[in-house]
């Protein structure tokens, strides 16, 4: 079963507990996380439903390029990792 992990920082702001998915495409894996915290859902995703500015989603240590349809395939034991992009020096 895929697994989706949010970062710390995400959890400062909004309930994100680790979330086990059935799903077999990165969209649907995060609607399935989004069902069962509802407030997570405006902290990834924009109005248009296109992932923040401010966020990177990793499928497999890969990061996912295409920030609109997040059509990304997941695998049985795909881990995606949802992190906040961090500025500054």
């Given at each position: 079963m895929p697994r989706i992990v949010f970062t710390a920082q995400l959890q400062r702001f909004v309930e994100a507990p680790d979330c086990d998915v059935t799903a077999t495409v990165l969209r649907a894996a995060l609607e399935q996380a989004f069902d069962a915290h509802p407030?997570?859902?405006g902290y990834v995703l924009d109005d248009q439903g296109h992932l923040r500015a401010n966020v990177v989603i990793y499928v497999e240590g890969r990061v996912v390029h295409d920030r609109?349809?997040?059509?990304?395939?997941?695998?049985?034991?795909?881990?995606?990792?949802?992190?906040?992009?961090?500025?500054?020096?």
């Open positions: 407030r997570l859902r609109q349809r997040l059509d990304q395939p997941l695998q049985p034991a795909s881990v995606v990792h949802v992190l906040q992009a961090l500025s500054g020096g």
